[in-house]
Every structure is written in structure tokens, then in C-alpha cells.
């Protein structure tokens, strides 16, 4: 029997439910069942440190559900809320989208910049990689100034996006990382003769 992953969305709403499921099951091998869920309550996005407190009793309910039902591991939320109290809940890993995405960037370069969505959320994800020991290794965090449920306008989340891209670029990051979980689908490259491109997949 193969692996069984449960990503929860950490928010109120199916929004990005559909989509998920595909994503992860691209990057999963063939034996591996990924499962998604939302939040039955609390918000419908997370923007700052109080949309965190507010998820996290609904946050760890469903990671308990989550083992409960089998899962081998779950995944959530790139600002990672609530994962030390998570962890200590279940005896199966729970792994944040922020750290994840952190420690492989060190895997690929030297320095890595993270694309956030608004300003405010700037502090916590300094904060966060001060709790993982990687803050020296990152240059800078550069918000879109797009909250995230705005972010279903492409057009403009592209051209902000590519923006913020070449700006921590240009502060010296060999790495960039999309710094929100509804990011997901969303793929930047880099070519040194043509600048940044950056593409949506479903």
C-alpha cells in the first residue's frame, strides 16, 4: 500500500481545493494518494499573525483528523501556523510549505529572496526564518502588495510578481521563492538573456 499524504488549506474556503490535488499528485510517485481538505472554520485567507492564531485550534483538529484516517504525513500553509503545537499533537510529520520550500532553496544556491503578498506579512516571515536558522542565508522578502484573495487577477499578479522577482535578483538571490501557499501552479524561471518569465499551470 502506498503513501498517503493529506494536504490541508488552512482557510474557510474550497477555493483552492481543485486544484491542489493535481499539482501534488504530479510531483508524488504513482503509489502515493494525496487527499485535501479545508477548514470547516476561521478565515478565508491568512495575511498576518492574527489570522494565524485564529486557524490554529481548526488547524490541528485537522491534522489529528488526519492521522486518525490514516495519513502517513500532511503538509499545509506556507507561513507554517501552528506546526511545533501540530507536531506535538500526532506522531506522523507535518511539514509547512514556508519550511520546505526554505530548506530546499538552500539545496540551490547560496541566497534565496521570498515573493510575499502583502507587507504586513513581512515581519512573521523574517521571524520564520529566524526559527529555522536560515534568516542569514536570506537577502530580502518583497511583497506584491496584492492580498491573496485578489490574487485570481493573473495579468497583474504576473507583472508584480516578475517585478518583485528581478528586484531580490538584483539584491543578490540565486534562488526565489513564491512565499504564498495560493501561488501554488504558479512557475518562474529565469534566463540571464530574457529576464523572468513566469507561467500559470492548472
Not at 500532511?74 to 501552528?82: D, E, L, R, S, T
Not at 510529520?93 to 513581512?122: H, K, N, Y
Not at 515581519?123 to 536570506?138: F, I, M, N, S, T
Amino acid at each position: 500500500m502506498g503513501i498517503q499524504l493529506r494536504v490541508i488549506v488552512p482557510v474557510s474556503t474550497d477555493h483552492w481545493n481543485n486544484g491542489v490535488p493535481h499539482l501534488c499528485q504530479e510531483a508524488a510517485d504513482k503509489e502515493t494518494r494525496v487527499s485535501v481538505v479545508h477548514l470547516p472554520r476561521g478565515p478565508e485567507s491568512i495575511e498576518c499573525v492574527y489570522d494565524e492564531a485564529l486557524v490554529a485550534p481548526y488547524l490541528i483538529e485537522a491534522v489529528t483528523a488526519a492521522e486518525r484516517e490514516g495519513a502517513d504525513g500532511v503538509i499545509y500553509y506556507f507561513g507554517n501556523p501552528a506546526v511545533e503545537g501540530a507536531r506535538e499533537a500526532v506522531s506522523i510529520p507535518v511539514i509547512g510549505l514556508g519550511g520546505a520550500a526554505e530548506v530546499a532553496a538552500l539545496l540551490l544556491g547560496d541566497r534565496f529572496g521570498i515573493i510575499s503578498t502583502i507587507p504586513e506579512a513581512m515581519p512573521r516571515l523574517w521571524r520564520k526564518a529566524r526559527l529555522l536558522g536560515v534568516e542569514g542565508r536570506l537577502v530580502a522578502v518583497v511583497p506584491m502588495g496584492i492580498p491573496v484573495l485578489d490574487l485570481g487577477d493573473r495579468r497583474r499578479a504576473v507583472e508584480v510578481g516578475l517585478t518583485a522577482g528581478r528586484e531580490l535578483v538584483a539584491r543578490g538571490a540565486q534562488v526565489v521563492i513564491l512565499g504564498c501557499g495560493s501561488l501554488l501552479g504558479w512557475r518562474m524561471s529565469y534566463d540571464g538573456a530574457w529576464g523572468f518569465r513566469w507561467s500559470y499551470q492548472r
